[in-house]
């Protein structure tokens, strides 16, 4: 199977399963639209090649350092709870939710950076891809940027396709129901924080 077709595959495989990235890429996108979707998912994306550039260049080693992840770890739950309450405020705000509303612009595009850029997993991952294709045979730097580059358009597409489904299905949601999908976005955004909070501790003890 050509290198290019198995990092879509791949890319696909990583995006899809449910996390902080995809529920708050939903809610999003039931808020604010099609464009919201984009934004944010593109801030994923750039997230997702500096850190990529970052095991190119070398970097990778800083994943066995423990200060550095429990750093980047306290950051990514610090994100997570801010994202939890900022949807749990919906709850109580008595926020419109307009069904034509449309909007893409760094409101969407930072945090798609920032909540991927505090989640150490995304770098071990990218070292763990590229460590195991240097340790190949057939390794070399084509092999890897195809890998890479399969992965990367993996993953927009299923962010295109999602974000394609939410656009088509705003229609149905009403007011009361997009606050309930906030609240259980927000339950699930902070139960992430309580987790990776957790295994912080579990390092000191």
């Given at each position: 199977?050509?290198?290019?077709?198995?990092g879509?595959?791949?890319?696909?495989?990583?995006a899809?399963?449910?996390?902080?990235t995809?529920?708050?890429?939903?809610?999003?996108?039931?808020?604010?639209?099609?464009?919201?979707?984009?934004?944010?998912?593109?801030?994923?994306?750039?997230?997702?090649?500096?850190?990529?550039?970052?095991?190119?260049?070398?970097?990778?080693?800083?994943?066995?350092?423990?200060?550095?992840?429990?750093?980047?770890?306290?950051?990514?739950v610090?994100?997570?709870?801010?994202?939890g309450?900022?949807?749990?405020?919906?709850?109580?705000?008595?926020?419109?939710?307009?069904?034509?509303?449309?909007?893409q612009d760094?409101?969407?595009?930072?945090?798609?950076i920032?909540?991927t850029?505090?989640?150490?997993?995304?770098?071990?991952?990218?070292?763990?891809?590229?460590?195991?294709?240097?340790?190949?045979?057939?390794?070399?730097?084509?092999?890897?940027?195809?890998?890479?580059?399969?992965?990367?358009?993996?993953?927009?597409?299923?962010?295109?396709?999602?974000?394609?489904?939410?656009?088509?299905?705003?229609?149905?949601i009403?007011?009361q129901?997009?606050?309930?999908?906030?609240?259980?976005?927000?339950?699930?955004?902070?139960?992430?924080?309580?987790s990776?909070?957790?295994?912080?501790?579990?390092?000191?003890?």
């Amino acid at each position: 199977m050509p290198t290019l077709i198995e990092g879509v595959l791949l890319g696909l495989s990583v995006a899809a399963p449910v996390g902080p990235t995809n529920i708050e890429l939903i809610r999003r996108g039931l808020k604010s639209g099609f464009g919201a979707c984009i934004a944010f998912a593109l801030g994923v994306e750039v997230a997702l090649v500096i850190y990529l550039v970052a095991v190119f260049a070398g970097l990778s080693f800083v994943t066995d350092v423990v200060w550095f992840n429990t750093l980047l770890s306290g950051f990514g739950v610090l994100v997570l709870f801010y994202l939890g309450f900022s949807n749990i405020k919906v709850l109580f705000s008595g926020e419109s939710f307009d069904v034509n509303t449309e909007t893409q612009d760094s409101r969407h595009f930072v945090p798609g950076i920032v909540l991927t850029l505090t989640n150490p997993a995304v770098l071990l991952f990218w070292s763990g891809i590229i460590g195991a294709n240097v340790a190949t045979k057939d390794f070399n730097l084509g092999t890897s940027l195809s890998l890479s580059g399969g992965i990367l358009i993996g993953v927009s597409l299923w962010f295109v396709m999602l974000s394609a489904l939410l656009h088509g299905g705003r229609r149905w949601i009403t007011p009361q129901v997009f606050r309930i999908i906030s609240a259980i976005a927000a339950l699930v955004l902070i139960g992430f924080g309580l987790s990776f909070g957790y295994q912080i501790i579990q390092l000191f003890f």
